[in-house]
């Protein structure tokens, strides 16, 4: 690929990614002073983002708590992987990508006793399956599922899973990294004692830190489990419980950011009203590539309107590097895909972007189409 | 304490602490951009960050790498811990203050075989005994020591130990986290195998990652030998060398204010001049502190001038909450002490601040003396 021969930062291109997305101008402003990590206002701060992510939860502050983690999300995976699952526990990781996977290799970095159950990435995982993998094996303590597995875009049956979890008396573990804040989840009727997702994801602010969202009992269930310093979860609630403050140095900014971002989530309207927009940026997006001719890789059926995978086009023209630095060059940003039997790329539909940021990425697309001298039809 | 009744932002208080410290404009100014983690230009500032972090630290790129590393210091920390000592290894931590003592938990909670060798906080560590430590357990693969321990502000004696030992055949950790990128160091020459420092501390950035600097021979050896999967720095060196990508998301707004702040010390003339500029805040202040009648804790002889710690007046209405308290809301915000035999209270001498800083802060001090009544001489 060439580089870019643009003035660096003369204009920010789109994000259509997973994230880090684009995010408002005041929630990028919000970062603009410094905070000392124990004065009286940033521990206001981080009140405030605890209490309205359990509201994005539809969560209450008797059952539910929110612990944000520094770091990036997979840092609350690993978090939440090394404490919930007791030493003589065993995990049953459900995986339809590589989310899942990223999971199980976790697990076994940390020498945890577990077991994957595996579905094709184009289909949901069977509660049916789940329930009698639970019932013949009774070793199985904890288990755990992506929300929206971020590989393909599919969304995933977590309240069917969670009453099945429930039933058989393990601990639940939904990994929401790519659609919590804009896909309506209530975490109590999901059965949910552990929920994790990114600052940088569908709340709309900067990466910096991740959070986890754990139903009180079942954290505190976990005391003096986990199997490491940084990432022992219910030491980072008690700390934040006696005093408001981190164990360790917050990214104050990053947290700054968030606060003015989830401010934004409500005057927009809520959850509800996010799910409408990405949902609108997602039909609009996938209406106008079927018109070039494009396909999605997963069935209508099961595809989330977070992300979606698009299967390469068939003319042997078609060079998915070139096709990306095109974009890239008319200020559009895209994702390589990650489906495994497949050739795919990723167009997300996240982030400050909305139905008219997608109409004018289709307008590029055309033109780069044409430049390509791509048939697709 | 009552809370701050100004307007929340009206004025950013100015930061006497550890970190987050007060950065320059610019530097907060860098983050109103979103940048794709994987796009081409964020990839240039990783590779600046990288370089420029070598240099600080007057390391060359054939024999030392920089690996940043998403979260706060003791993420870096936890992550040369669990990666440097071989799974039938032992470490010697060397100790005279918390942050020591924080290392040898990390070891604990980690399981690794460790043995602790604790001075006086007041002291600096005598090489000659553990010179006679390391030649009595040949079983010591390992040894960690801090450069600057934040407890004090005192500074130890890197160079010697380092050639200690390296003589035993050990390798050798520095947590360099409070003063890397403002006291003159030289890793080869010290014998430095990993040194770790964070964002927000000397170099003036914004939380959100530390980094490890490593001699790259040192590094390759751990292949494998990590407890985490997020902590597995010899695969975030590996993935960083592969494509200039991180693994997992990076904090792109903290990592652009950083590559900022790293041209701004350039510009004021590398570490030299930063410990110049710091040194002259640290004399400022402990002049106008004695002058008052305060007492710093540590003999001159040992004190650094990063972060000084000074005695409670011994007049008994001194109260530490309501001194800080009113300080605070002159918008000068200092630290509390963590020295575990004295009661102290700390000032840091870092971050975006100047002598003309100090002399405000030592007037607010006085108003605040008098203010309580207190008397000092």
Known sequence: ????????????????????????????????????????????????????????????????????????????????????????????????????????????????????????????????????????????????????????????????????????????????????????????????????????????????????????????ETEGNARSLSFDLCAQYKGLEANGQFRFTPPTHAMLAFYQALLELDAEGGVEARAARYRNNYETLVKGMRKMGFEEYLDQKVQGYIITSFRYPKDPNFSFEKFYEALNERDYVIYPGKVSNADCFRIGNIGRISASDVRDLLGAIRDVIKEMGLKLL
């Open 1 to 220: 690929m060439k580089t870019n021969t643009k003035i660096p930062g003369w204009k920010d291109k789109i994000l259509f990614t997973p994230g880090p997305l684009t995010t408002s101008p005041k929630v990028k402003q919000a970062m603009l002073r410094d905070l000392g990590s124990r004065d009286f206002e940033f521990i206001g701060v981080i009140k405030g983002i605890r209490e309205l992510l359990l509201k994005a939860g539809q969560a209450t502050s008797d059952e539910y708590t929110t612990v944000p983690l520094q770091g990036c999300g997979t840092y609350a995976l690993e978090a939440v992987i090394g404490c919930y699952v007791p030493q003589d526990g065993k995990l049953l990781v459900v995986i339809n990508g590589a989310y899942g996977h990223r999971i199980a290799k976790i697990a076994s970095v940390l020498k945890i006793d577990f077991e994957t159950m595996e579905f094709p990435e184009d289909q949901t995982p069977d509660p049916a399956q789940i329930q009698a993998k639970l019932k013949s094996d009774p070793n199985i303590t904890n288990v755990a599922i992506t929300h929206c597995e971020t590989t393909t875009g599919i969304m995933n049956p977590i309240k069917e899973v969670g009453a099945i979890v429930k039933a058989a008396g393990a601990k639940f573990f939904v990994d929401a990294m790519s659609c919590f804040g804009a896909v309506p989840t209530n975490l109590a009727e999901c059965n949910i004692d552990y929920l994790v997702s990114s600052a940088n994801k569908c709340i709309e602010g900067v990466p910096g830190f991740s959070f986890v969202i754990a139903k009180i009992s079942s954290l505190l």
